[in-house]
Nanobody, 125 residues
Framework: QVQLVESGGGLVQAGDSLRLSCAVS????????MGWFRQAPGKEREFVGA????????VYADSMKGRFTISRDNAKNTVYLQMNSLKPEDTAVYSC??????????????????WGQGTQVTVSS
């Protein structure tokens, strides 16, 4: 069983930065493409971005490009989401997800195999 635990959320002001972490345990972390999603109150879950097994490929939702960066440290079994220039509309619960893949450079998550519980990010204006 794979377990994902997010951390790093909190209350920040508009324009601030925040880095979220997602620690993964249970199986070989490097076998999974990883992604971040978010869900704001009253809204559907939204794709933020994803990173390949190797870390060599990333993809982002258009609204996050240039502000958010996903990275991973396979030695630490952790994936990160660096968020800069935060806006009030970025307020949401952010969750990480894992998808097993044999392809080292794919960033396609499809239906993830595992999800974390999420961490709250609140951006005040």
């Amino acid at each position: 069983q794979v377990q994902l635990v997010e951390s790093g959320g909190g209350l920040v002001q508009a324009g601030d930065s925040l880095r979220l972490s997602c620690a993964v345990s249970g199986r070989t972390f490097s076998s999974y493409a990883m992604g971040w999603f978010r869900q704001a109150p009253g809204k559907e879950r939204e794709f933020v971005g994803a990173i390949s097994r190797s870390g060599g490929s990333t993809v982002y939702a258009d609204s996050m490009k240039g502000r958010f960066t996903i990275s991973r440290d396979n030695a630490k079994n952790t994936v990160y989401l660096q968020m800069n220039s935060l806006k009030p509309e970025d307020t949401a619960v952010y969750s990480c997800a894992a998808r097993f893949t044999r392809l080292s450079n794919t960033v396609t998550l499809g239906q993830p195999d595992y999800w974390g519980q999420g961490t709250q990010v609140t951006v005040s204006s």
